[in-house]
C-alpha cells in the first residue's frame, strides 16, 4: 500500500510538524547520525516561515476586516443612491432619456421574438364581452384569432397593438352562453414572427 506524503498540507500543521522534529534534533542530533550544521538550514527555514505565516495571518485578517467594511460601505451607498434615483424618477419632468444619462434605468431585458410566444390571458365579463391581455414585450402587438363553434377555422380578430383588447362581438345566440377559442402571435415591422400561443379556450356567459 503506497504511503501518503508524511508532510501535513495546512500550513500550521508543518510549522509544528517541524519544531516539534527540530526540538527533539537539537540536543542530540548524532543520535541520528547528523551534526549541527545539518539541521541549522531546517531550523533556520523553520523559523523564516514561521515569521512570514504570521505575516500571512495578519494580513488575511486585514483583508477580511477590509472587505466586511467594504461590503457595509456599499450596503449605504446603495441605499443612498436608490433613494436618490426615487426622488429623480418621482419628478413629474423626469424622462427615460434623462435615465439613461444618468445611467440609472438599466439594461433592458431584451426577447427573442422569433422563440417567443405571446401568453394570453381573458376574463369574460358575460354578454359576449371578453377581456384578453397580453404582453407586448418588444414586438409591436399581436394578431389575434378567434374561433367560435360555428367558425370552421380560425378568424383573425385584430392587430393588436396594446394590452388589454376587449372582444366585444355579441353572443351568437343571445342568452346562450357559447365557448370562444383565441390564440395570438406576436407582430413585428408588419409580419407575424414567432409561435402561437397555447389555445385559450373561454366560457362565455350569457
Known sequence: MAKTDFLPNRDSDLAIAVARAISTLTPDPGAYGLTQ??????????????????????????????????NASRRHLEEEFRGLVRRIKAHRGYTKEQGDVLGIEGPRHLVDLTAAKPDLTALDQ???VVVLSFTKR??????????????????????VMASPFVDDRPLLHMGTAELRRY???YRLKDKQVGAFSDDLVIACAP
Open 37 to 70: 550544521e545539518d539541521v541549522a538550514p531546517v531550523t533556520a527555514a523553520g523559523g523564516d516561515f514561521d515569521a512570514d505565516l504570521a505575516l500571512a495571518s495578519k494580513a488575511a485578517a486585514a483583508a477580511k476586516g477590509a472587505t466586511t467594511k467594504k
Open 126 to 128: 358575460t354578454a359576449g
Open 138 to 159: 418588444e414586438s409591436d402587438g399581436i394578431n389575434l384569432y378567434c374561433k367560435r363553434e360555428t367558425d370552421e377555422d380560425w378568424v383573425l380578430l385584430s392587430h
Open 183 to 185: 390564440t395570438a402571435v
